[in-house]
């Protein structure tokens, strides 16, 4: 298991290099010059030549590319275009808001659409089931952004349960999470429901009721956790997804996450903001895979990586 994890850590070297390359590649073939719009629209082309020798953007873009590079191996992102605060402090100030909504929304997800998924197959074909996998069909259908402002009429500016928006008390993450989970709340309730079906069919569950073992017993001991490796599976993509998806809803909820800084700094054309932003979020998705993987071998004793 060591040598596996070694290993799957050794060829996120590549695939951090590849995302790089995507990252700053996208960035500057993207319509706009961050010298112009930083100078203003009254600056004069030797103001914006001046803008841009200063922050290295008249280099050739191998040779910005290999000091951004180098720079960031030795945890230096840059200092933003726009605040002049350095990148890595300014993704770490926000990182933690993105982070508690993302386990928040994949919490409410895994409780709901794993309960929903059980029951739904425990009763296949019932109005429950239905019932159900319709909803499970809307959240998979509603945007994120239509979601958010129905829930905040609803719930903030016609109840006053919650506040519209902002951070602080749990009250301040519970729209946000509801609204980033939904997505995966279903995703993860169909997929519970379609492993479910293919284990309670299997001989060893109706040896489990023949034996006389009650029947919660039966569905969540020998059921629901040899029904887990696609569904865990499904769970690691989805958290990667929740930490993407955050742009819209911090947006929305006017949360103070990379999200929100993501958008900023793509408006303003801030690039190593967008960069440093960017390379945090595909880190992170990496390494959620890798523990992903790992699971795998404790789930089910019959996986073996060495």
Aim: hydrophobic share 50%; no cysteine; glycine share 8%.
């Amino acid at each position: 298991m060591t040598r596996h994890i070694i290993r799957r850590l050794l060829y996120t070297i590549p695939v951090m290099l590849v995302v790089s390359l995507l990252v700053f590649g996208i960035l500057h073939v993207a319509p706009g010059d961050p010298a112009a719009m930083l100078g203003g629209e009254d600056a004069r082309p030797e103001d914006v030549a001046a803008i841009r020798a200063k922050y290295g953007l008249d280099q050739p873009l191998y040779i910005q590319y290999g000091i951004w590079i180098g720079n960031a191996l030795r945890s230096d992102l840059g200092r933003s275009i726009v605040t002049r605060r350095p990148v890595l402090q300014e993704v770490v100030t926000r990182f933690p808001y993105t982070l508690e909504l993302a386990v928040a929304a994949l919490v409410a997800a895994v409780v709901a659409g794993m309960s929903v998924g059980v029951i739904s197959a425990t009763r296949q074909y019932s109005a429950i089931d239905h019932g159900t996998m319709v909803l499970a069909l809307l959240g998979v259908s509603t945007p994120v952004f239509w979601l958010g402002l129905m829930l905040i009429f609803a719930f903030s500016v016609e109840l006053r349960w919650f506040p519209t928006g902002g951070v602080g008390s749990w009250r301040h993450l519970v729209l946000p999470a509801l609204t980033l989970g939904a997505h995966s709340m279903a995703i993860i309730a169909r997929m519970t429901r379609s492993s479910m079906l293919e284990v309670i069919r299997q001989d060893y569950i109706r040896t489990a009721r023949a034996k006389g073992l009650v029947e919660r017993v039966v569905v969540l001991r020998h059921g629901l956790l040899n029904a887990l490796i696609p569904v865990v599976t499904v769970v690691g993509l989805q958290f990667g997804y929740l930490l993407g998806g955050a742009v819209i809803t911090e947006t929305v909820f006017s949360r103070r996450g990379l999200g929100r800084l993501l958008i900023d700094s793509i408006n303003s054309r801030d690039f190593p903001t967008v960069q440093g932003t960017l390379m945090l979020l595909a880190g992170s998705f990496v390494l959620v895979n890798l523990l992903v993987d790992t699971l795998y071998a404790y789930l089910d004793p019959r996986i073996r990586y060495e």
